[in-house]
Each structure stands twice: as C-alpha cells, then as structure tokens.
C-alpha cells in the first residue's frame, strides 16, 4: 500500500490516448517508468535537455538572489536619477558601495576630462608642441591580402592599419614649426595679401552662414548641394585657412573635422576627385599643423579608396562607394579617364609616407608603371584607358610628351603661342581649354628641376597667351574654352576678330567658374623669374574677380557671360576650389617672401594642397 502511494504520488498524466485513461482506475495515471520506457530516444533526449536546462538556469539566478538581487550599471543609474543621486533604503550594503564606487569613477572622468579639455584649449592658441627629437613610427608594411574596406561602422581605429611585424615600414616624423609662422601677426602681408585675405574671409563667412557642413554652396538662392557628403568645402579650404593664418576660421574648420567629418557615406564618389580635394586636403593640413586628427582622417579615408585598385589590370576604376568599398568604372562608360589615374600619386604616396603602410604608395606605383609600358604615338596617349583589360580607348589624344611636335601652334599675326588637341591621333583641333593654363607652371617648375631653357620659354610664351585671353574679353575674364582659333598664316586675323570667333564657335563655353589655373602660372613664373609683370597681371585677375564675381553681402559665384560686362549672369555656384586653389594662388602670387611655401620643400598637388618633398 505504502508503495502504491508512493507510485501514484510520482505518476503524471501525459495525455496518452483513451486506452491509457480509462474512468477512475489506477491506469489512467502511468508512472514515471513505465511511461519513459515508452518514449522514443528523440523525446528521452528533449527531456534531458530541458532538465539540464533548467538546473542550470537554477545555479545561475540562485546565488544572485541569496546576494539580495544586485543592481547592474544601468539599473544604479537608474536609482540615482529617480531618487537624485540617494539610495533606496532596501538597497542593502554592497549596492550602495557600488553606487559610492560609480560617483567616486565618475568624478574621476569629470577631473580627467577638464584637465583634458584645459590642455586642448593650450594646443589650439600656441599651435602643436615642438618636439625635441624625432618621434619614430613603426606601422605595418603592405599586405597582399588585405586591399578591401574595412568593415563599416566602425571608428577610426577600425580602420587604422594592422601591425606586420614581418615587413614594418619605418617613418621619420617630426613636427612642421611652420604652424606657429602662419598665425604670427607679425609676419610680413603686402597690401594685395589683405585683399586676398579679405575675398577668403568674405566666402567663407557666407559658406559658414548658408551652407556650413555640406559640400557645395549656391550664394544666390543661399542653399547647398551634396557632392560627397564630406563637407568638401571645409577640407579642401583648412589649407587655404592656415596658410592665410586665420586663426578663427582654422579652429572652426578643425573642430567640425574633429565632431561631424565621417566618411562611412553609401555614396559613390570619383576617386580622382576626393583624392585631390578631400585626401590631398586633410594631408596637408596635417603636414601644416602637425595635428594627428588630420592624418587619422587621411587615413580612414585612403582605406575606403583602396578598392578601385583590384581592378584586374590594376588600373583604378573611377567610382567607389565609401561605405561598402564596391569599385566600379562611370555611369556614363566603360572607361577611366588617363589623366585622373595618373594624377593621384602624390596623395597615396604621401599617405605611405605619413603612415609607414606601404599599400597606398604600392598602388599607386603600380598604375605609373603599367601606363609607361604601354605602347604610345611619340609620347601622346589616348584620354581614356579601360580598368579592366588596362589598354588605352578612346579618339582625342593628350599631352604627355614631345608636346612642340604635335600640338604646340601659334596664331598670327598676334603670335600667341597655344596648345591644341589631336582628334583620333590624326586630326588636329584648334581649341585649347583654360584647364590647359597649368601647363605653364608645370612647365617652369620642370625648368627649375634641370629640365632645358626651351621649357621656361614655352612657359612664358604660353602665360602671357592664358593672360591675354582675360585681358581681351570685356569683364576681363576668361572663357572656359578661351581659344578657336584657325591656324590661319595666311588671313591677317586681329586679336580684336577673336571674339566674333568666339561667340559664333563656342556660345556654350562663356562661362567662368572662378577657375585658378592661370593664376598657379602666374605664380609658378613669378616665384622662379622675380619679374612683377605676372604680379600685376595677377592683380588684374584678382580685380576682375571682384567686380565680376562677388555677390554683395553672401559671396562669390561663377557666372554665365564673361563677354558681357552688363549681364554677366550667375550660375549660382561657389566651386570649392576657388577657396582651395584660385585664392590661396593669389595670396602665395602677392608675397614677396618666398619662404612661403618654399618650392624646393613643397610640391603642390592637382588642388593646390603642398604637400612635403621627400628626399628619397
């Protein structure tokens, strides 16, 4: 009896079908044996698997019940907020030490930050600390397996690079006292540099007012657009700021690049053009100032370009997107444009050198290398060259060499020397793009290099051509297309005769968009020959802009018609190069000291960012 009692106390009822539940009988309960007997392995093991389950969940709520149900961060801050800071009088002894160990951390925070923030304050008025010896790096050297994005999301040590001891890739850096130059009120500024200085601060404080933040600014509507989402306007200028040292200016523009620059956009950008601007940008405000938040920056951002070079040739593809590293060629084409692969070795050849990892300058040795071994016509190269079998395409050709065989002419009877174009390699074309007005700079700078006397003479012959054709149109600005000229010997064509030329061939191309390549001539000439001439032709420019371009009490904008002085027309756009390039031209251009931005430790990239010649 005593054992039936006990059988039935154990028994359970698992709802077996009606032969096992039949009315009062002891048989409709099974007992716990006869009925696991019955069960098949699968459901034995479900069971055990509950039960341990169970158990284990028992061990593990237990022992925090016995300690009288602890609180969590979360649930301290909790009680703190809710009862202003005092503990719940059930709150036993070891919650309140654990509330009394928080307040003693967080006053510990607070401490370290304002000594943190005190210190910050010390920096941003005195510049960076000079360092008394070199501070070596040691960061890792190139990775063959390791040329795609890091994942997004992270910050930017997510996205430094990861230390190889095997193959380390030491960096000598020290701290550029130049900084402490720029913001010296005492430094010597002539009276056209105020000017300039002025035109900067003016744009800058309508781009601040209107626009702050985003790309691109429209003064006339006073709205912004997107490009690439970076605040464009802000980095490519911090260069322009420091230079100019406005003090002001540079620790608004540093602020907003500590607090709000992120690069983890879903956008597709151009590599050549976010390389020369935004990279070029941030490494030279880092090689100015020597602040590390800049080259951080730098850094996040060449690890998001990397992809556009595992292209099967190793030739770039134009577009990438930042935030999931996808490389591509353009929307409108197969093809990536010859000049803009071949532009972009300063910046990731710095960026090896500021960093010590050697991937950056790796790829972009590989593209010079394969586009030399290809096959070219007496050095002229096709404008397009396809990423993925890396072979030119494309009918008009550019200057690469052996420039005077092919593409130098001159027009008569003014004898203004121009560059032209080759159409299909055949065909010559008689235009030439203000874009092509660098050409004289580059030119003189190869002459102070050792390159032969011809090159500063086609220099100053094709300066005083790029003058020409703003000193000749009415608002004394240049078109963007500013020469069609036939190549007529044998008609007498007057240099007056050029604008009838020009309005019946190029109605389209009147415009100005503030563009600084003439002005970099300008410069480049007078740094190397000390003649005042390209001064004063510069300040002409600088006046024409000016009057032309400046939109009275917002800023500056490009306009339609430089042909006609009383309805020139906006376009309703300020171009971030015109405070990365054109402005900061004019202020190097009006200085009479040359140890600014000295030429023999500066190379200036496609944007105007100096950039630090290397000795090796």
């Not at 309508?206 to 003064?219: I, L, S």
């Not at 907003?256 to 941030?282: C, P, Q, Y």
């Amino acid at each position: 009896m005593k054992g039936s009692s006990s059988r039935r106390e154990l028994s359970i009822n698992l709802g077996f079908p009606d032969e096992y539940t039949n009315g009062k009988d002891l048989r409709q309960r099974q007992s716990i044996l006869r009925v696991w007997r019955r069960l098949s392995s699968l459901q034995r093991s479900v069971i055990c698997l509950v039960l341990i389950l169970g158990g284990l969940s028992v061990l593990y709520i237990y022992p925090a019940y016995q300690r009288g149900h602890r609180l969590t961060d979360e649930s301290i801050q909790s009680v703190k907020r809710s009862g202003g800071g005092k503990v719940h009088e059930w709150a036993n002894d070891e919650v309140k030490e654990n509330i009394d160990k928080q307040k003693r951390l967080e006053k510990l925070k607070q401490g370290a930050k304002q000594q943190i923030d005190e210190i910050m304050q010390r920096v941003r008025k005195k510049g960076p600390p000079k360092l008394k010896n070199k501070q070596q790096i040691q960061v890792p050297g190139p990775n063959e397996n390791d040329r795609a994005l890091p994942p997004p999301g992270g910050g930017d040590d997510q996205n430094a690079p990861v230390k190889n001891k095997e193959n380390d890739f030491h960096v000598d850096q020290k701290y550029n006292t130049e900084f402490d130059y720029f913001f010296d009120a005492d430094r010597p500024v002539s009276d056209r540099q105020k000017e300039v200085v002025d035109a900067f601060k003016f744009a800058w404080d309508g781009y601040k007012k209107y626009a702050w933040g985003h790309d691109e600014f429209h003064p006339i509507s006073r709205t912004h657009s997107e490009w690439f989402g970076v605040g464009l306007t802000i980095i490519d200028s911090i260069d322009t700021v420091v230079i100019m040292g406005l003090k002001e200016q540079y620790e608004d523009a540093r602020e907003w690049v500590r607090s709000s620059l992120k690069f983890d956009k879903d956008k597709d950008v151009n590599l050549f053009e976010i390389t020369i601007r935004a990279l070029g940008g941030l490494l030279s405000a880092f090689h100015l100032t020597g602040d590390e938040l800049f080259k951080i920056k730098a850094v996040d951002l060449g690890n998001r370009l990397l992809p556009c070079f595992n292209s099967p040739s190793k030739i770039p593809f134009s577009d990438v997107n930042l935030l999931t590293g996808k490389a591509h060629p353009p929307r409108w084409g197969p093809d990536s444009s010859t000049s803009e692969v071949t532009t972009i070795q300063l910046e990731f050849r710095d960026l090896s050198r500021v960093t010590g990892d050697s991937r950056y300058e790796a790829a972009a040795h590989e593209v010079s290398e394969h586009v030399h071994d290809l096959p070219k016509m007496d050095g002229l190269v096709p404008i397009f060259i396809n990423a993925n079998s890396g072979e030119f395409r494309g009918l008009k050709m550019i200057l690469f060499k052996l420039l005077m065989t092919h593409l130098l002419r001159e027009s008569q009877p003014n004898n203004l020397v121009y560059i032209g174009e080759l159409l299909s390699g055949r065909t010559f074309s008689p235009k030439m793009d203000h874009l092509v007005c660098y050409l004289p700079g580059t030119l003189a700078l190869g002459h102070k290099n050792g390159l032969p006397d011809d090159h500063l003479d086609l220099a100053k012959k094709l300066t005083k051509t790029c003058y020409h054709m703003y000193a000749n149109m009415p608002t004394k600005l240049v078109l963007k297309l500013f020469i069609l000229i036939k190549h007529l010997v044998a008609k007498k064509i007057s240099l007056s005769s050029l604008n009838v030329v020009l309005r019946f061939r190029v109605p389209l191309d009147a415009h100005n968009l503030l563009r600084p390549e003439t002005v970099e001539s300008l410069f480049y000439l007078y740094r190397f020959t000390g003649d005042k001439m390209y001064q004063d032709w510069g300040w002409q420019i600088f006046k024409a802009f000016m009057k032309y371009t400046k939109v009275e009490g917002i800023g500056f904008s490009s306009i339609n018609n430089v042909k006609s002085p009383t309805k020139p027309g906006w376009r309703d756009k300020l171009e971030s190069f015109f405070l990365a390039e054109t402005l900061k031209y004019f202020y190097l251009l009006f200085s009479d000291d040359f140890n600014l931005i000295p030429l023999d430790k500066y190379v200036f990239n496609s944007e105007a960012h100096p950039l630090p010649i290397y000795k090796s």
